[in-house]
């Protein structure tokens, strides 16, 4: 019941019910595959930042694997996956007009009233939410930069399945864009005052990200990666250290400011 | 055309609509209400809520991660995080639109914090208005969580469970289940000492102690190091229990739980001797895996052809 006083951002509905879904389009990048389902009561409802918790078809995988939302455009969802284990590889494998169980859309949102200018910074396959993010973004006017880290060559691929105008890649081996993390790729953009950081990753990237925030007095939100077994506030498995106390990712998350969380 | 099998059960003196309710900490009742269109509370589908374990004092439970799968089921130690039993009773208001009996999971690591659970919890039932509270009937103890410090300890030895459940016995005349754990060489014998020092019935089995490690690094991957797994791969074990514990008590109320993913996993257990069935990890498949599950134990129950719940119960323990 901790949450029933938590505090959860952007103004968002949640819905648990699951949603029988058709593949409508796969687009692959490397070991990466962006999914196009029809799920129009997800989609109708689904806020940049929200997830959805989806069956691994085929049997064999108990739990479900929380994938953030992509896109969501008309009675369109798209999910990007990184075929990182079995349940996941296997998603990935999905053709269209195939089926899949999803439940969603799911958990807190990226609040984007009056943002002006919003810099939005990923790491691997935590840039997935972003994408969602910039649509809305662009949508209702604002100038939107995006930082996007990845390891290598075979995970920068998946920054081919992003369409957003200003997008710099960063690889730690040098082989796409600036060599060296997501760091030194903010150390090298002109930042606007009062520009409003949005971030997705591994949890090294946010503290960083934290710091680097910190330093340049900016404010803004992130959305976290957690180990979820329900994805739905039950079973209190996706909790992470915050100012208010440890809370769920799931439910009070996965968006918490920025400032708040000790990933 | 026969009739659809009679579903009802009674779980000692609760009259259950059917034999299906939820494992403690696997189902939240008001996250459910939360994400769902209609109202929940009108449309929920077990037939006794058990909340997630409350203890006396606040408890922030154990570090991540937390949660992991495994072949066949999961593990899981979270910690037995919760407000404590008086912020507890601050948000059960929110519940009395629930109709279904309510079944409070009590943890602790003494019987007398055991015992001040259930003496907050009968205070506040005496002293609220009625329409106001919900429906509590009774009380399962977790004597048995293995992801706390002191949870096996009191599970696996018969004295510290007797002295639970007779702590408990004194502070409610409601009906007194005790949760057993399967980390034990004879499950009877907790079940003995529960029954002898006022449990009126058992609910079995909690998860398994386990440990799972982290691919890479090879250490131990959950913050608690071990935890306890539970899902379809314990289901045979557990249903082995069930049979032992009800063919050694053949009167006593028993509510059997293992990897349940089915109705015809529920069949199983029933025909093993349990009362009423718990659904616990299949809760974390789908949002309508109660309902799914009901309306296949419905259909199994009629394709074995017992009219009944009552007539299916213990059929597996005939010689």
């Known amino acids: ?46 806020s940049p930042g929200q997830f959805v918790m989806v069956t691994v078809p085929g049997g064999g995988f108990l739990l479900r694997r929380p994938i953030s939302l992509f896109a969501a455009h008309g009675d369109r969802i798209s999910l990007l996956i990184e075929a990182r284990g079995g349940g996941s590889e296997r998603l990935t494998q999905l053709d269209v007009g195939d089926g899949i169980d999803v439940a969603g859309p799911l958990g807190s949102a990226f609040p984007t009233e009056s943002v002006t200018n919003a810099l939005l910074i990923g790491g691997g396959i935590g840039c997935a939410p972003l994408q969602h993010l910039a649509d809305e973004l662009t949508a209702a006017g604002a100038h939107v930069t995006a930082a996007f880290g990845f390891r290598d060559f075979r995970s920068a691929r998946a920054a081919g399945a992003f369409s957003i105008e200003r997008l710099w890649v960063a ?51 992130v959305s976290l990666e957690a180990h979820m077994a329900c994805g739905t506030g039950s079973c209190h498995g996706c909790v992470v250290d915050t100012a208010r106390g440890k809370l769920r990712v799931c439910s009070e998350g996965p968006v918490f400011r920025l400032d708040e969380v000790t990933p | 055309m026969t009739d659809a099998p009679d579903l009802g059960v009674s779980l000692g003196p609760l009259a259950l609509e059917h034999p299906l309710v939820d494992a403690s900490g696997t189902f939240d009742l008001l996250e459910y209400a939360r994400r769902y269109d209609g109202d929940y509370f009108a449309d929920f589908p077990y037939a006794a809520y058990v909340p997630k374990t409350v ?32 912020a507890w009773i601050g948000h059960l208001g929110e519940w009395a639109a629930l109709q279904q009996p309510v079944i409070v999971s009590v943890g602790g690591n003494e019987p007398e914090q055991y015992a001040a659970v259930l003496a907050a919890l009968e205070a506040y039932l005496a002293a609220a208005p009625p329409g106001t509270a919900p429906h509590i009937e009774g009380y399962e103890l977790n004597v048995s969580c293995p992801n706390v410090s002191s949870g096996l300890q009191i599970g696996a030895d018969p004295v510290a469970t007797a002295e639970v459940v007779a702590a408990c016995r004194e502070a409610t005349g409601r009906f ?52 306890g797994l539970c899902g379809p791969a314990i289901k045979p074990i557990a249903l082995r229990m069930v049979a032992e514990v009800a063919q050694t008590f053949p009167d006593t109320p028993i509510v059997g739980m293992g990897g349940v993913m089915t109705g015809q996993d529920a069949l199983e257990f029933i025909a093993c001797g349990a009362t009423a069935v718990a659904v616990g990890a299949a809760n974390f498949t789908a949002f309508e895996a109660p309902q799914r599950i009901l309306a296949e134990l419905r259909d199994a129950l009629e394709v074995h052809g017992f009219s009944s719940v009552a007539e299916a119960r213990g059929v597996a323990l005939r010689a």
Not at chain 2, 66 to 78: D, K, L, Q, Y
Not at chain 2, 183 to 201: K, P, Q, S
Request: glycine share 12%; aromatic share 6%.
């Open chain 1, 1 to 46: 019941m901790s949450g029933a006083d938590a505090q959860t951002y952007g103004d968002h509905s949640q819905w648990a019910e699951t949603s029988h879904c058709r593949v409508s389009g796969v687009r692959h990048f490397g070991s990466f595959a962006a999914l196009e389902l029809i799920a129009p009561r997800v989609a109708r409802r689904a």
């Open chain 1, 171 to 221: 690889t730690e081996d040098g082989s796409v864009g600036k060599a060296g993390t997501v760091l030194h790729l903010l150390a090298a953009l002109d930042v606007a005052p009062g520009t409003t950081v949005y971030a997705c990753g591994p949890n090294p990237m946010v503290a960083a990200v934290q710091q680097w925030t910190f330093a340049e007095g900016l404010r803004g939100y």
């Open chain 2, 55 to 86: 203890t006396a004092d606040p408890r922030i439970g154990n570090p991540a991660p937390r949660v992991s799968e495994t072949p066949a089921g999961m593990i899981n130690a979270i910690g037995l995080e919760n407000p404590g039993v008086h």
């Open chain 2, 176 to 227: 007194l289940l005790a949760k057993l754990t399967p980390n034990v060489r004879d499950v009877t014998e907790a079940g003995a000492a529960a029954l002898g020092a006022g449990a009126d019935g058992l609910s079995l089995v909690n998860t398994f102690k386990a440990l799972v490690l982290d691919r890479q690094t090879l250490r131990p991957f959950l913050g608690n190091r071990t935890g």
